[in-house]
């Protein structure tokens, strides 16, 4: 079981940047690929960014190339989202996940946190 808190989310202006963070606890995070999930109000969750066990391989929706930028630190459980130039668009609940599993058009995942919310105004 890993548990999976996310921090950092808030209100920003268009353009803007937000750093959100996951901390994970319970069983090694590392075991696991972890990544970014977002839902805007009245659609569907996708995903967002996916990063590997190691760190090595990272996988960036199109909606956010160039923008936003996963990483982690393992001796920390730590999992952190840099986002750059936000949208309007870009306002959605966010949340972390754990055991990420490519199933073809889309990532499923293992672990969810509780989400934060990131709103973008203009």
């Known amino acids: 079981q890993v548990q999976l808190v996310e921090s950092g989310g808030g209100l920003v202006q268009t353009g803007g940047s937000l750093r959100l963070s996951c901390a994970a606890s319970?069983?090694?995070?590392?075991?696991?690929?972890m990544g970014w999930f977002r839902q805007a109000p009245g659609k569907e969750r996708e995903w967002v960014t996916v990063?590997?066990?190691?760190?090595?391989?990272?996988y960036v929706a199109h909606s956010v190339k160039d923008r936003f930028t996963i990483s982690r630190d393992n001796a920390k459980n730590t999992v952190t989202l840099q986002m750059n130039s936000l949208k309007s668009e870009d306002t959605a609940v966010y949340y972390c996940?754990?055991?990420?599993?490519?199933?073809?058009?889309?990532?499923?995942?293992?672990?969810w946190g509780q989400g934060t919310q990131v709103t973008v105004s203009s």
């Open positions: 996940a754990a055991g990420l599993k490519n199933v073809g058009v889309g990532w499923s995942a293992d672990y």
């Open positions: 319970g069983r090694t995070s590392s075991t696991y690929a």
């Open positions: 990063i590997s066990r190691s760190g090595a391989t990272t």
